[in-house]
């Protein structure tokens, strides 16, 4: 599995990653799938992955959307982890789109055009299992699935995130992407504790974290992968690192997502900031 913090791949910041990975600070990186055309990688894409391991990470897969994972998409996933020879992909527990084909009362089909919370009832717990089922069967490699930044909750949901998402886990084996920032954007829309929640994560399951910037606003954090990652993830992302080493497990890999001010200065500031919040948790053991 990945080790060690790195950024995810995006064209602007090409050379400061391949400089990353020549100096030994880059050990893997992250593709959005739909970016990449399996038949035609940009080249830089190619010549980093001659140094680093490349996950292929999805956003539309919908693995919370009521029809079944369209095959076509999970061949793409399959077809880039071929490619890149990376050891799983990735993609987020949401639902994103009403229908794969249009019906009688829908002329086209219905996309959110977001990453939306599916409600956390019992009967979608049945369709989310189905789905990563379905789709580990014609994956050619792992699958590990992210929370997202929710900003509502349903009224009917029965279970908590750590609950829903833990016995997911438990039924499918899936692997798990932690993003703390997404956990602190829903904390704070829900108005819950966001290491209280952390802590009750299936966090044996975690294959890789996530971490990217936001801002507050309105009352609420908005996840925009576009500003400096903030004190809160910051220290979420310490008080995860010493519950790794508090165990005596060993920390996976870190990843930042930047897609907005994709500039060096500021997509290695916030590198920065995630190496010391990885140094805090660490020693805070040792303290």
Same mark, same amino acid.
């Given at each position: ?165 833990? $016995?997911? %886990?438990?039924?499918?084996?899936? #692997?798990?992407?932690?993003? +703390? *920032?997404?956990?602190? =954007?829903?904390?704070? @829309? ?74 060096? $200065?500021? %997509?290695?500031?916030?590198?920065? #900031?995630?190496?010391?919040? +990885? *140094?805090?948790?660490? =020693?805070?053991?040792? @303290?």
């Amino acid at each position: 599995m990945p080790r060690g913090t790195a950024i995810a791949w995006r064209a602007p910041i090409a050379s400061e990653l391949a400089d990353l990975a020549g100096q030994g600070r880059l050990q893997f990186t992250e593709v959005v799938a739909e970016n990449v055309d399996p038949d035609r990688p940009p080249a830089a894409l190619m010549k980093l992955a001659e140094q680093v391991t490349v996950i292929p990470h999805g956003v539309t897969l919908g693995l919370a959307d009521a029809s079944t994972p369209d095959p076509a998409r999970l061949q793409r996933l399959s077809q880039l982890a071929t490619l890149f020879d990376a050891p799983l992909v990735s993609e987020h527990l949401a639902f994103v789109r009403a229908a794969e084909t249009p019906d009688s009362l829908h002329g086209d089909v219905l996309e959110a055009g977001h990453l939306m919370p599916p409600p956390r009832t019992r009967p979608m717990l049945e369709v989310v299992v189905e789905n990563i089922e379905i789709a580990q069967e014609q994956l050619s490699v792992p699958l590990a699935i992210e929370n997202i930044a929710a900003l509502l909750s349903w009224p009917e949901d029965e279970l908590d995130e750590p609950e829903f998402l833990g $016995e997911i %886990v438990r039924r499918t084996g899936v #692997r798990v992407v932690l993003d +703390v *920032a997404n956990l602190h =954007a829903s904390a704070v @829309s829900r108005g819950t504790d966001a290491h209280e929640e952390l802590l009750r994560f299936p966090l044996d399951a975690v294959a890789y974290v996530h971490v990217a910037g936001g801002t507050e606003r309105d009352g609420l954090y908005i996840d925009t992968h576009a500003h400096p990652v903030p004190d809160a993830v910051s220290e979420l992302l310490s008080a995860y690192v010493a519950h790794r080493v508090s165990c005596g497990a060993t920390v996976p890999g870190i990843m930042l997502e930047r897609d907005a001010d994709v500039r060096a $200065e500021a %997509v290695l500031h916030d590198l920065d #900031r995630i190496d010391c919040a +990885v *140094a805090r948790g660490v =020693a805070r053991v040792g @303290s």
